[in-house]
């Protein structure tokens, strides 16, 4: 009898979509852009370092599938489908599937959320954002989309 094949769960929204929460409610602990720059700079707003962050959490989701982790969650907004190609080559590499996790929440929601955070995105880069959005599709080499029902879409 073969093994589960592992996973790796590209969480896909804005920012205030519900993605953190989300995995938060599941008791996921998942790859955080937000989290890695906290860890690296003490600061999870810092935007000044994205290319490291992103070239640490690619090492270590290569690290989580070398392991052999069932599951490996992805949390960031991965808008495009170039900055989705990076998780599905490194899934692929290692014999996983790539699953896309489609938080598709209206921007107007996402602005009302965010106004209620603490730290929160400018409403100029959400609408900026938001123009960047491209939704997953199955031809970017996804082995399957699932768009998540989140709680408060009203």
């Not at 205030?16 to 720059?37: C, I, Q």
């Not at 489609?102 to 730290?119: G, H, I, K, S, T």
Request: glycine fraction near 4%; charge should be positive; include cysteine.
């Amino acid at each position: 009898m073969s093994s589960p094949k592992q996973r790796v769960y590209v969480l896909v929204g804005l920012p205030a979509a519900g993605k953190s929460t989300w995995l938060a409610e599941r008791g996921v602990a998942a790859l955080s852009s937000d989290a890695m720059r906290f860890l690296l700079r003490d600061d999870e707003a810092d935007q000044t370092i994205h290319g490291v962050v992103f070239a640490e959490l690619r090492r270590l989701l290569r690290r989580r599938l070398e392991l052999g982790a069932a599951a490996s969650y992805i949390d960031a907004t991965n808008l495009t489908r170039k900055e989705r190609r990076q998780w599905i080559k490194i899934a692929d590499w290692y014999g996983a599937e790539c699953v896309a996790l489609y938080f598709e929440v209206p921007l107007a929601v996402c602005l009302e959320r965010n106004a209620a955070r603490q730290r929160r995105v400018p409403v100029e880069a959400m609408e900026r954002l938001a123009k960047r959005l491209t939704p997953p599709e199955l031809a970017e080499g996804f082995a399957a989309i699932e768009v998540v029902p989140t709680s408060r879409e009203q």
